[in-house]
């Protein structure tokens, strides 16, 4: 079942001598419980997409469709909120709120959308993430891999239709980098979550089941 659907995304900053042109007429369709890589060197677009994927940013002319909607037919009000129900973001440095604890900032999304937390899903999640022992403690007491394991857990909290990740191992070391990306792959596996993962790694990209790559805002292999 197609869950994601991009057509002819373009995205411009800038007029005249200055026009950069970040995505150029990128469409592509993305199925129920893939876990797909964009790879890409820096300033080739990828990031760009991600976010006009996750409706973080908005595109100059194209498409986003997710599960059957039309993201940009939203007012900001009507986006901001399934945005925060359908899209899980994790991103490279965690952003992580440094007095909410472990277990508060993974229900975070929950807490603003006015949900109740379910204490044994929640639990549950926690053992996943392999952070039982560290739910209490705040991300200054926990290590990279540890914060973004939180992070992750935020962005798996409301069951969301898309789980975009950008560059989720770029400040890891190569231990915890391994750690994080098994554990994207097991919520793939476990749980048929779909994930769009941006990296400019070959070497994590291949754990996904497909690789796109996009230079100078175009797709040139899928």
């Known amino acids: 079942m197609e869950i994601l659907k991009v057509q002819n995304l373009t995205k411009i900053y800038g007029k005249g001598e200055n026009k950069v042109v970040a995505l150029d007429n990128v469409s592509l369709s993305v199925e129920k419980g893939e876990f797909v890589a964009i790879v890409g060197a820096s300033g080739s677009g990828k990031s760009t997409l991600l976010h ?11 498409k986003v469709f997710l599960a059957g909607e039309d993201i940009y037919n939203f007012n900001d009000e009507k986006l901001a ?4 129900r359908q899209v ?3 991103y490279q440095f965690y952003n992580l709120i440094p007095i909410l604890n472990v277990e508060e900032n993974i229900t ?5 959308d006015g949900r109740k937390v379910d204490e044994e899903e929640l639990n549950n999640l926690i053992n996943i993430l392999g952070l039982k022992n560290r739910q209490k403690h705040l991300p200054n007491e926990l290590s990279g891999g540890q914060q973004q394991r939180t992070s992750i857990g935020r962005a798996l909290i409301t069951r969301p239709t898309i789980i975009l990740a950008d560059e989720p191992t770029g400040n890891l070391d190569s231990k915890a980098s391994e750690e994080i990306i098994e554990l994207l792959k097991k919520m793939n596996k476990d749980y048929n979550q779909t994930i769009i993962m941006i990296t400019h790694n070959m070497e994590i990209a291949k754990y996904a089941n497909r690789i796109i790559k996009i230079e100078d805002g175009k797709i040139v292999g899928d």
């Open 81 to 84: 909120i399934f945005r925060r």
């Open 108 to 112: 975070l999304p929950l807490e603003l």
């Open 52 to 62: 006009l994927i996750g409706g973080v940013d908005k595109p100059t002319s194209g």
């Open 88 to 90: 899980g973001l994790v």
